[in-house]
């Protein structure tokens, strides 16, 4: 017979290939055979519930818990914080997170990143405050949600003031996530020039993902070719079949009027077989998710999806509105 631990064995190794709709299967023929499920196995199926969005289960493996426990421990507790702001029910989170008894860093972290990742960059500031004065020592995840935070909100004072106490206050050295997220928040303040200055005095060379995030910020900003041009050039050089730096690349020639340039780096991205990656979009409706690539019609629905779109095309310019929607049925 399998004991629970064998059970929950099975199960990690299908969430772990990401194959969460079988794990859940397991999980239920292992309480029908009469196992009972370990603390272990509803963390494992928690996260993977949190990572995938799908708060539906997630709920129904936080009902089971209620019923089967008189009350959790530390780490359920944090898993299904987690979960909560994982799948966008923050309000869930902060409850439980508001109820324990006791709260470790990994509690604090996670509803810190819950903030941050919804926007709601006043309140992981205060939490931030409220984990110091509790006595708990934030780690290199904390200051990763609160400059998050700093980026979205466009706090760039505060931002740079966190950067810098993370090594000279608390003793923690700045990873490759947190200068990206300095990039980011310099850049969406348009303050892109001082995000060209922050990467050039980088204590590392720069690669792929530093010069892409650059590049990647310079739309935030006007008149900033220059700069987007010199981070082009430079991810070219690391990864000269970088796509999206030739595009980005190709659209300055042509922006500048440089447009021999242009056509000239064109044919270099055909002879080297470089290709513009589809823009994408994606949506869960009712448990499923449904992938939409640009200009394509593999979707089973796509007759349906275009036809209608048509129709709200042609209602809205009937009303006398504008609508910016392009359709590419080809």
């Known amino acids: 017979d399998r004991d629970a631990v064998a059970w929950t064995a099975m199960i990690s190794g299908h969430v772990q290939n990401e194959l969460f709709e079988e794990a859940t299967s397991l999980f239920v023929e292992m309480r029908t055979q009469g196992v009972s499920p370990l603390n272990s196995t509803y963390t494992i199926l928690l996260g993977?519930?949190?990572?995938?969005?799908?708060?539906?289960?997630?709920?129904?493996?936080?009902?089971?818990?209620?019923?089967?426990?008189?009350?959790?421990?530390?780490?359920?507790?944090?898993?299904?914080?987690?979960?909560?702001?994982?799948?966008g029910e923050i309000d869930n989170a902060y409850s439980i997170f508001s109820n324990m008894i006791y709260r470790d860093l990994v509690s604090w972290n996670s509803m810190i990143l819950g903030f941050s990742h919804h926007g709601l960059a006043k309140e992981a500031l205060k939490l931030f405050e409220a984990m110091k004065e509790s006595g708990?020592?934030?780690?290199?995840?904390?200051?990763?949600?609160?400059?998050?935070?700093?980026?979205?909100a466009g706090l760039v004072s505060r931002g740079w003031e966190l950067f810098s106490a993370m090594s000279d206050v608390y003793s923690n050295q700045p990873t490759l996530e947190h200068y990206i997220c300095m990039i980011n928040l310099l850049g969406r303040?348009?303050?892109?020039?001082?995000?060209?200055?922050?990467?050039?005095?980088?204590?590392?060379?720069?690669?792929?993902?530093?010069?892409?995030?650059?590049?990647g910020v310079c739309g935030f900003g006007e008149k900033n070719t220059g700069i987007a041009r010199r981070a082009a050039k430079r991810l070219l050089k690391l990864d000269p079949l970088n796509a999206p730096a030739h595009v980005a690349l190709c659209n300055i020639y042509a922006a500048t009027g440089q447009h021999v340039e242009e056509h000239i780096l064109r044919k270099e991205m055909g002879l080297k077989g470089v290709k513009k990656v589809p823009g994408c979009s994606w949506?869960?409706?009712?448990?499923?998710?449904?992938?939409?690539?640009?200009?394509?019609?593999s979707h089973p629905q796509s007759d349906e999806i275009f036809s209608l779109l048509f129709g709200i095309v042609c209602e809205s310019k009937l009303g006398g509105n504008e609508i910016y929607i392009i359709l590419n049925p080809a």
């Open 136 to 152: 708990i020592q934030p780690n290199s995840v904390t200051f990763l949600g609160i400059l998050s935070a700093c980026n979205h």
């Open 48 to 87: 993977a519930a949190g990572a995938m969005a799908y708060l539906d289960q997630g709920k129904q493996f936080h009902c089971l818990l209620m019923k089967t426990q008189s009350e959790l421990d530390l780490i359920l507790e944090n898993s299904l914080i987690s979960m909560y702001a994982k799948c």
């Open 189 to 215: 303040a348009g303050k892109i020039e001082e995000a060209e200055e922050f990467v050039l005095r980088l204590p590392f060379e720069p690669g792929n993902a530093v010069w892409g995030t650059l590049l």
């Open 283 to 297: 949506i869960l409706l009712k448990g499923r998710v449904h992938l939409f690539l640009s200009g394509d019609r």
